[in-house]
């Protein structure tokens, strides 16, 4: 049984390029959430998604990020025009959807982005 | 809004000492709190929950945690460090439903 797959694992990107990040929840599940790790911080929420659908959003800066959990494959976190700000851990987390509140979350190993 | 504070960004204790991690918390109403373990380049391990039943909560690798309501605090302690315990420990609280909201972090390095 697969934990929350994230990939890359590491991604490089120069200053104005895309970044793409994947995760694939754990079999099961279908809660998604995206968390970014800045250096020497703690984790800040991102954005909750469930499949299709977007939950909870409050954490995204409002422009060049923009995140989706299709019917059909894995959760995608996109940056466009990367800036250097950008580079961070991004974690993702899944949990199951029998869950009404959840107080447990897998985490992905992270993808760690840095900005050239 | 739900917040915790974790007091030290930095610990460090020889091997078999014992540990405490120090995290306080502002709640409005009774809180859902964490500690997280993170070792380098993994992900985050739970290590235990606090959801109103028992105070003293014990979680895995010999970890337990005291939920203190008159202190606000909520601190990690473990009776006898192994050097495998090196890692960042975040302390965490939930924010309504399904958001969880995490402190600075503490960095445990065991000495030999």
């Known amino acids: 049984n697969a934990g929350v797959m994230q990939n890359p694992r590491h991604l490089v990107r120069r200053r104005g390029q895309e970044a793409r990040l994947r995760c694939s929840p754990m079999k099961g599940h279908s809660h998604v959430y995206w968390y970014r790790q800045l250096p020497e911080e703690g984790l800040k929420f991102m954005v909750y998604?469930?499949?299709?659908?977007?939950?909870?959003e409050s954490g995204m800066p409002k422009e060049r990020f923009s995140a989706e959990f299709p019917k059909e494959g894995p959760s995608i976190l996109r940056i466009q025009q990367v800036v250097r700000g950008d580079s961070a851990a991004y974690f993702c987390?899944?949990?199951?959807?029998?869950?009404?509140?959840?107080?447990?979350?897998?985490f992905g190993s992270g993808t760690q982005l840095s900005v050239l | 809004a739900q917040s915790v504070t974790q007091l030290d960004s930095h610990v460090s204790v020889s091997e078999g000492t014992p540990v405490l991690l120090r995290c306080n918390y502002s709640s409005s109403y009774s809180p859902s709190l964490f500690w997280y373990v993170q070792h380098p380049n993994k992900g985050l391990q739970l290590l235990l929950k606090?959801?109103?039943?028992?105070?003293l909560v014990k979680g895995i690798n010999g970890f337990e945690a005291e939920f203190k309501k008159s202190e606000t605090s909520f601190h990690l302690t473990k009776p006898s460090a192994h050097m495998s315990d090196a890692a960042e420990y975040f302390c965490v609280i939930i924010q309504g439903a399904q958001k969880l909201v995490f402190g600075q972090g503490t960095r445990l390095t065991i000495n030999p």
């Open positions: 998604l469930q499949k299709e659908n977007i939950i909870d």
């Open positions: 606090y959801t109103s039943a028992a105070t």
């Open positions: 987390a899944s949990s199951p959807s029998w869950t009404a509140t959840n107080e447990k979350l897998f």
